[in-house]
T-cell receptor
């Protein structure tokens, strides 16, 4: 069965520090991978996605993620955190490649300290 | 563009009542889905549709019905509300199932007492 694991339900960083949010997946077929962000009282917005091709994917707001097949990982990074990055972040993977529903991880809440 | 529109934003029900959560999209997307979000649980798929007239169950379908009579609309019906259905419900759509990113509505916060 497909699954997504996000390590750490809460992550706290100082403003200007590196942001690293971890995501591991299990999939029996080549996955499509996504990161979404949710600001308070809003729906989810797409940050970035990996489908095929280059394994380092750049997204909005300075975020990027690298698909590492050998490690079954898709960690999200940003070199320098801003206060506005405080939000909840969700990793998601398709079930069954291009034909599957999105399976979401449980989310990581990012806090940014001044 | 309105994108994905959900109504109502908030709703309080008594146990046993029924109601319909509305979802409409104006992007001509084939795929539509309903998720529920509970603290510490992430988003769990309730039902989905790959086109008008086609619906299927997701991970947590019990207690919910859906229909897709048009491309634009995908209402979610609670048949007999239970306190366990207290949650935030999100409707989402995409061009196609799988590779296309989901576009989310702003959610409906439902409380069942």
């Amino acid at each position: 069965a497909q699954s997504v694991t996000q390590l750490g339900s809460h992550v706290s960083v100082s403003e200007g520090a590196l942001v690293l949010l971890r995501c591991n997946y299990s999939s029996s077929v080549p996955p499509y991978l996504f990161w979404y962000v949710q600001y308070p009282n809003q729906g989810l917005q797409l940050l970035l996605k990996y489908t095929t091709g280059a394994t380092l994917v750049k997204g909005i707001n300075g975020f990027e993620a690298e698909f590492k097949k050998s490690e079954t990982s898709f960690h999200l990074t940003k070199p320098s955190a801003h206060m506005s990055d405080a939000a909840e972040y969700f990793c998601a993977v398709t079930l069954g490649g291009s034909q599957g529903n999105l399976i979401f991880g449980k989310g990581t809440k990012l806090s940014v300290k001044p | 563009n309105a994108g994905v529109t959900q109504t109502p934003k908030f709703q309080v029900l008594k146990t046993g009542q029924s109601m319909t959560l509305q979802c409409a999209q104006d992007m001509n997307h084939e795929y539509m889905s309903w998720y529920r979000q509970d603290p510490g649980m992430g988003l769990r798929l309730i039902h989905y549709s790959v086109g008008a007239g086609i619906t299927d169950q997701g991970e947590v379908p019990n207690g919910y019905n859906v229909s897709r009579s048009t491309t634009e609309d995908f209402p979610l019906r609670l048949l007999s509300a239970a306190p366990s259905q207290t949650s935030v419900y999100f409707c989402a759509s995409s061009q196609k199932m799988g590779a296309s990113p989901l576009h989310f509505g702003n959610g409906t916060r439902l409380t069942v007492t």
